[in-house]
């Protein structure tokens, strides 16, 4: 499977030497899209029933859904290393957010200290180094959290850095004006998500159109402080009070609370802050006429924030729910370390994919016991939508199909 996902996101033109790409169609543009703590059930497409993502949902239906996504960590900063390097987060030496939790602090603790590394190092070859050897143009817009100065996004091989450094929760909030040296505030009272979309469109209006772009917009939503869209609140704060009756449920979970119910409505609404911002850009990749040679990826560095240690407050609790995983973000149970994970390609690409003559197998459905069907390319096998099966053509999955194969983050960079 890991030769199936570095196909989807390099294709030929890219891996190929330049004597033998010399009648191959342009190398494919990137548009990279890092969702911070979003859960593997906080979308429509992989299940919520409260959380409204028309956009992504729209996505994941003209794209590849898998269904076992998995994040290299439980949190943000080990999972940003390996999906830039593609190497496991011990290998790079970050196995915490940074700076971390420091193991000496605590109160009868178990394990020892590890000194973890609190940046990249530079000595790592990256996904935008990789590709700005293939001539690859390449923006960083949006959290970044493997390093400040001297180890931002443009020593890291990306041409341009907006509201990247060393910070994982965005400093100030969601409104201007905030507090990041790498943004400057416009005018008060403007959303993040808005404003790192607007970045991301006006650095695709200005980009050297005779070469292909790599875009990495690694939204700082939904992490901590969950503070709402003011456009959309009131709708799901009505939805709320109209689908649920009594007190949120909640089960223990070590010293820990988690929430058992998808019902709030301020982080219902920064979900859909991201989605309104994967629909402008993709509206975006069609009026350039350029959706038909862009390789669009959209996952999360880790699980959604579930389950919280309880504090000064019985009933504390994280805002999402992963039902039916358990637990969340910070924890290695499903919750933490599954992620939706969705790769929409463009024709022009699948044409290109090497065909495979598998054996037929049996592929199970949600329906009934496994039915006879086509493998993945690679060692995966697909999946029967309740609705049809999985969509195949000379041994490659086709837009619109469910991979059930497990990837992880460090799949991503070929290495």
């Known amino acids: 499977m890991r030769a199936l996902v570095c196909f989807l996101l390099f294709s030929l033109p890219v891996m190929l030497p330049a004597a033998t790409r010399a009648a191959e169609p342009p190398a494919p543009n990137i548009l990279f899209l890092l969702v911070d703590d979003l859960g593997y059930a906080d979308l429509g497409c992989y299940g919520s029933q409260f959380h409204r993502t028309p956009e992504i949902d729209a996505l994941a239906r003209s794209g590849i859904r898998f269904t076992q996504a998995y994040s290299a960590g439980s949190v943000c900063s080990p999972t940003r290393a390996s999906i830039l390097t593609g190497r496991h987060p011990v290998s790079v030496g970050i196995t915490d957010w940074i700076p971390g939790a420091n193991a000496n602090r605590v109160r009868d603790g178990r394990f020892a200290h590890v000194d973890d590394l609190d940046q990249l190092p530079l000595s790592e070859i990256t996904l935008a180094e990789t590709l700005a050897a293939a001539g690859y143009q390449n923006a960083f817009v949006g959290k970044w959290h493997l390093g400040g100065k001297g180890f931002l996004p443009t020593d890291q091989g990306f041409d341009i850095n907006i509201g990247g450094f060393d910070v994982g929760s965005p400093p100030g909030g969601y409104y201007s004006p905030w507090k990041n040296p790498y943004l400057k505030n416009q005018r008060d009272g403007e959303y993040l998500t ?3 979309t607007d970045e991301s469109i006006a650095w695709l209006n200005t980009r050297d159109t005779q070469r292909p772009f790599f875009l990495m917009l690694s939204y700082y939503n939904v992490h901590t402080p969950i503070q709402p869209d003011r456009e959309t609140i009131a709708t799901y704060q009505a939805d ?13 979970e070590g010293l820990g609370i988690s929430r058992l119910r998808q019902d709030n409505p301020a982080y219902a609404s920064m979900v859909g802050a991201v989605d309104r911002s994967v629909g402008r850009l993709l509206s975006w990749l069609e009026e350039q006429s350029l959706d038909q040679n862009t390789v669009v990826v959209l996952t999360s560095d880790n699980g959604g924030l579930c389950t919280l240690n309880r504090g000064r407050k019985a009933d504390r609790k994280g805002p999402t729910c992963n039902l039916p995983l358990r637990s969340g973000k910070g924890w290695l149970y499903e919750g933490g370390i599954r992620v939706p994970a969705i790769i929409r ?5 699948r044409e290109r994919l090497p065909e495979r003559d598998e054996p037929r197998q049996a592929v199970p459905s949600e329906d009934g016991p496994a039915q006879d069907g086509p493998a993945v390319v690679g060692s995966g096998q697909g999946r029967a939508e309740p609705k049809g099966g999985v969509l195949e053509t000379g041994g490659v999955i086709e837009n619109g199909g469910v991979i059930d194969t497990p990837i992880n983050s460090f799949d991503w960079m070929p290495t």
């Open 194 to 196: 808005t404003r790192l």
């Open 240 to 252: 709320a009070e109209r689908r649920f009756r009594g007190p949120t449920p909640t089960g223990k």
């Open 345 to 349: 390609l463009p024709k022009s690409i």
